[in-house]
Nanobody, 126 residues
Framework: EVAVRESGGGSVQAGGSLRLSCVAS????????MGWYRQPPGKEREFVSS???????VYGDSVKGRFTISRRAGENTAYLQMNNLRPEDTAMYYC????????????????????WGQGTQVTVSS
């Protein structure tokens, strides 16, 4: 059974940084394509970033240049380094994983990810 678990959320002031971590268990190799989504209060889920097994990445326009996704080589562990945070980045952040699929595509839909974490809250104050 696959389990996805996020960690690293918290509260920061605008301009600060946070690093989120995500582990997808169930396979011992780097067989998952992994992504991050976020959902602000009262709004729809929004794509943040994704990273493939080969390290290729894609970002949503609202975070490009401020957030960096990475993964540990050979493992299903991904990170989201968030710099220069803004109040509008406040949201529940979810890690998602999909097995043996290339997910580095801005046209990907969140339903394409088969496995989700419970979310970690990020709050940015002005």
């Amino acid at each position: 059974e696959v389990a996805v678990r996020e960690s690293g959320g918290g509260s920061v002031q605008a301009g600060g940084s946070l690093r989120l971590s995500c582990v997808a268990s169930g396979h011992t190799d780097s067989s998952y394509c992994m992504g991050w989504y976020r959902q602000p209060p009262g709004k729809e889920r929004e794509f943040v970033s994704s990273i493939a097994r080969d390290g290729s990445t894609v970002y949503g326009d609202s975070v490009k240049g401020r957030f960096t996704i990475s993964r540990r080589a050979g493992e299903n562990t991904a990170y989201l380094q968030m710099n220069n945070l803004r109040p509008e980045d406040t949201a529940m952040y979810y890690c998602a994983a999909v097995f043996d699929t290339y997910c580095v595509n801005l046209d990907i839909d969140y339903t394409d990810f088969g496995h989700w974490g419970q979310g970690t809250q990020v709050t940015v104050s002005s």
